[in-house]
């Protein structure tokens, strides 16, 4: 009876042994083959669990630079349209000075009104450009054109927050009501407006005296492209700031996941050879138990 309670023993350790090879050799065959220490939690526990803390900063650095790069291209599209509608008002102060010329004709004046309600037009058409989040300059209220025909404001002065790292958020648009209207200091509609109507009716004087206006609404527009131009070095600093985290985490992953290829591939040698080894021995062992039991 004891006899073969030490055969069974013996059998058991060798089967227990030949089982956790075979799975030391799957193991081994699936970091040589894919690279990765960790392919699933039960490999390490703790290591996947660092390896998880670790993806998910990767992910929210990721969420992050998306939204970055969302509120980014719309700065910069604000930024180049408010370029544009200084432009627009450096014509304009142009068409006033020539207009308040004496010796300018009241055809000439004429002809230069109706150029004005074209800058008025251009000007309407940069207030209600969309972005990719909607209207750029109509602050919270960005599902609706904030500037109506008649030039009228119906937007509101709310910064439209984002969140660009953990706790951290900075509004990303460019106040149209600042840039365009009198929160800013002056309504360029309506000072447009006003050397349209002064161009029409001849009136030297009123055009005038809307020279020192239209150069008061190109420096406002000046401040606005300031403010964007402060809202894209903002979210430049910030996006390289998670590039520099990225590296980080990606390093700390690697470390956590990444193997050595040639250590990998002599780990399944030397396991394949230490299985074939203990096959043999097995198969010797078994041998000599059936040939005890047969004396």
Known sequence: MAMRISDNMTIGYLTRSNAHLRNELTANARR?????????????????????????????????????????????VAESAISGAQDVLKRAQEIALLGSNATTTAQSRTDMAKEVAQLKAQILSVGNLKGS??????GTASGVAPFTPAGAFIGNA??????IASGVTVAVNVS????????????????LTALETALNTNNSDAVAATILTIEAGHTQLSAARSDAGLI???????????????LTLSQ???????VDPSEAYTAFSNTQRALDQSITVT???????????LQ
Do not use: M
């Not at 990765?36 to 703790?46: G, L, Y």
């Not at 969420?63 to 910069?76: G, Q």
């Not at 149209?176 to 000072?191: L, P």
């Not at 700390?252 to 990444?258: F, G, K, P």
């Open 32 to 76: 040589a083959s894919s690279g990765a220490r960790i392919n699933s939690p039960s490999d390490d526990p703790v290591g996947a669990a660092r390896l998880a803390r670790v993806q998910a900063g990767l992910d929210r650095s990721t969420a992050y630079k998306s939204a970055i790069s969302s509120a980014r291209e719309d700065a910069a």
């Open 133 to 138: 989040n909607g209207y750029l300059f109509a």
């Open 158 to 163: 709310n910064g439209r927050n984002v969140e």
């Open 176 to 191: 149209g009501a600042k840039a365009f209207t009198v929160a800013g200091g002056r309504d360029i509609y309506t000072d």
């Open 232 to 246: 894209l070095s903002r979210l430049d600093v910030a996006e390289e700031g998670h590039v520099s985290s990225d």
């Open 252 to 258: 700390a992953r690697a470390d956590i996941v990444d």
């Open 283 to 293: 198969r010797n062992i078994l041998s000599i138990l059936a040939s005890n039991k």
